[in-house]
């Protein structure tokens, strides 16, 4: 195809420019690795428009990139060639999703504060997009990451996946992940802390079969507890999921709750929400449609309570706890995160992105308690005796 030759043509001449281009585009500042945006400011239909296709299947919204946050990691005539691929709806859905996303969050954070974009490589292949504000007015970190690998499967994440019960065969297995992963740290402690993922999995074994899987989740970690946020908050998620099966917000809100455990203290990381993995109980396109479902709720779920509580006033002993709280946090992510752990397997893995998660600040104390009666103990009570919010 004529068309699909030009947009390697044009790629290849954008890639002579520079390796690394910083540019200014809608006032965000952008860091382009070993690509630039000139195409990714366009999109595949002009692309194909320019080259005399008209092809209706060309032509299709689907295959639009202009308001993503950078060029898709995998190269766009690849996209178009193998559009109702699972790995290509895929990675176009957690594109679409992490603009959506950061554009409603920037709608809530200073106009000086803007997203910086860190599109990356992996030299086993693949890469991803990573976006992060840091030290805003609104958002203290708030990191929106989509990676799309792949390569051969690492030793200890073949190890990790049978101990879950996946029977793989072989010792070498070719592997594909694509994935959109956020943890969004707010200055205030008024607004809670929300983290969601969703990712899209295939293994190829030693015989040349295909196993593939989803996951994710979404759920919220406050500082303060609103009971009334929570209730919107889950009751944005039920809606997803009811939209597929009656049975899965009641299944995910029990996984997740069992998940987000800090076992060694005894407490949820937060007020939960939706988890699960290994989700291939029905056909392929029924799995992402649920997958697609989930990822669109997290801006009704989440954006009003920021929007509610971002100019919320707060004391320096409610920052002491905010950053308290967050110290939990971070022991859940780096002692239990399965997520984070096998990014760290992973051969060539982008530590920067991988550890996105973290907070700026964090505190620990020796021997910690709240007092009795404190909104503090209260939230501390929730954590140690999750409940139902809807």
């Known amino acids: 195809m004529k068309w ?11 890639r002579t420019l520079s390796t690394i281009v910083t540019c200014h585009a809608r006032h965000r500042r952008m860091l382009v690795r070993f690509a630039g945006l000139g195409l990714g400011a366009a999109t595949l239909t002009t692309v194909a428009a320019a080259s005399g296709n008209t092809n209706a299947d060309v032509l299709t919204p689907f295959l639009d990139v202009s308001s993503f946050m950078a060029e898709p990691v995998t190269p766009l005539s690849t996209l178009v060639k193998d559009k109702d691929d699972m790995k290509v709806k895929m990675e176009m859905l957690i594109m679409k999703i992490q603009a959506d996303f950061c554009r409603a969050l920037e709608n809530e954070e200073d106009p000086s504060n803007r997203f910086i974009v860190d599109r990356w490589t992996r030299a086993e292949g693949g890469g991803g997009v990573t976006c ?44 594909f992940a694509a994935g959109i992963s956020s943890v969004i740290h707010p200055s205030n402690p008024h607004v809670p802390t929300v983290h969601f993922n969703y990712r899209y999995f295939e293994v190829t074994q030693e015989n040349g079969e295909k196993m593939w899987w989803f996951g994710g989740g979404t759920d919220l970690t ?24 009656a049975g899965y917000y009641p299944k995910f809100k029990k996984w997740c709750d069992e998940y987000f455990l800090v076992s060694h203290r005894n407490e949820s990381r937060g007020v939960g929400g939706i988890f699960f993995d290994d989700f291939e109980m ?27 509580h971002r100019n919320d006033p707060y004391t320096g002993a409610e920052r ?57 103990a209260k939230l501390t009570e929730i954590l140690k005796n999750p409940k139902e919010w809807i």
């Open 132 to 175: 992060v504000i840091q030290n805003g007015k609104t958002f203290e970190k708030a990191g929106v990451n989509v990676s799309v690998v792949h390569g051969i499967l690492p030793v200890d994440a073949v190890r990790q996946m049978k101990a879950r019960g996946k029977e793989l065969i072989g010792k070498e297995l070719p592997f």
């Open 222 to 245: 406050p500082y303060y507890l609103v009971e009334e946020d929570v209730q919107h908050f889950h009751s944005t998620l039920k809606k997803a999921c009811d939209l597929h099966d």
């Open 320 to 376: 002491d706890w905010q950053l308290l709280r967050r110290g939990r946090y971070v022991e859940f992510n780096l002692v239990y995160d399965r997520g984070t752990k096998f990014g760290l397997y992973t051969p060539g893995a982008r530590i920067e992105s991988i550890l996105m998660s973290l907070p700026v600040y964090a505190k620990w104390e020796y021997m910690h308690s709240p007092s009795d009666g404190t909104p503090e």
């Open 4 to 14: 699909a030759q030009s947009v390697i043509v044009t790629l290849r001449t954008i």
């Open 282 to 308: 029905h056909s392929q396109e029924d799995c992402f449609n649920f997958i697609k479902s989930c990822a669109e709720s997290v801006i009704p779920s989440y954006v009003p309570l920021v929007k509610k």
